[in-house]
């Protein structure tokens, strides 16, 4: 197994543009989750979802845009990116909410 | 609202000392509690998740508490080595879901 995978590694982007982070798992898990990390800080949930079609937000969900479409896959939209908007971005998945999260290696975002 | 604290910010200890990591909640009402540790520049790798019915959790060297009326958690690591050294951190559920908060972490240092 893959485990959760995360593309792209790291980007720069300029104010105003746009992007999706792109989130995977072959653990045919139910919940995934997005989160930011800002430096020397925990972790903030930005949305997660329990299933395919069904989304919520958590508490920086502000900018930001979710789908679950799949099983497997959970993409995040950045639209009109700004400098508020730079940190590390993590996805995590788990079978269900009460279960152990598994991460991915993290996308590196920077705005300027 | 669900506030996590984790105390100490830093740790440096020398090899070979038995140390405790500590996690403090303010909403008891929990479904679990997990510790994670975070490599440099790396995701979170579940270590330890105790559900809201346990005591305590083991894996090895590591053993966590957990006492909901007092909102405390306490990571434990026996005869700690230099591979310890890494940022630990705590999350728990908001009461009655499943959206984690996460403490600002532990970063420890083990000197060899």
């Known amino acids: 197994n893959a485990g959760v995978t995360q593309t792209p590694k790291f980007r720069i982007l300029k104010i105003g543009q746009s992007m999706t982070l792109q989130c995977a798992q072959d653990?045919?898990?139910?919940?995934m989750y997005w989160y930011r990390q800002d430096p020397g800080m925990g972790l903030k949930l930005i949305y997660y979802s329990v299933g395919a079609g069904i989304t919520d937000k958590g508490e920086v969900p502000n900018g930001y845009n979710v789908s679950r479409s799949t099983t497997e896959d959970f993409p995040l939209r950045l639209e009109l990116a700004a400098p508020s908007q730079t940190s590390v971005y993590f996805c995590a998945s788990s079978y269900q909410g009460a279960y152990e999260q598994y991460f991915g290696p993290g996308t590196r975002l920077t705005v300027t | 609202k669900q506030e996590v604290t984790q105390i100490p910010a830093a740790l440096s200890v020398p090899e070979g000392e038995n140390l405790v990591l500590n996690c403090s909640f303010t909403d008891s009402a929990i479904y679990n509690l997990q510790w994670f540790r975070q490599d440099p520049g790396k995701g979170l790798t579940s270590l330890l998740l105790i559900q809201s019915s346990q005591r305590e959790q083991t894996s090895g060297r590591l053993n966590a508490s957990l006492d909901k009326s007092s909102g405390r958690s306490t990571l434990y690591i026996a005869a700690s080595q230099p591979g310890d050294s890494a940022t630990y951190l705590c999350?728990?559920?908001?009461?009655?879901?499943?959206?984690?908060?996460f403490g600002t972490g532990t970063r420890l240092k083990v000197l060899a």
């Open positions: 999350a728990v559920p908001l009461s009655g879901t499943y959206k984690y908060i």
């Open positions: 653990m045919n898990h139910n919940y």
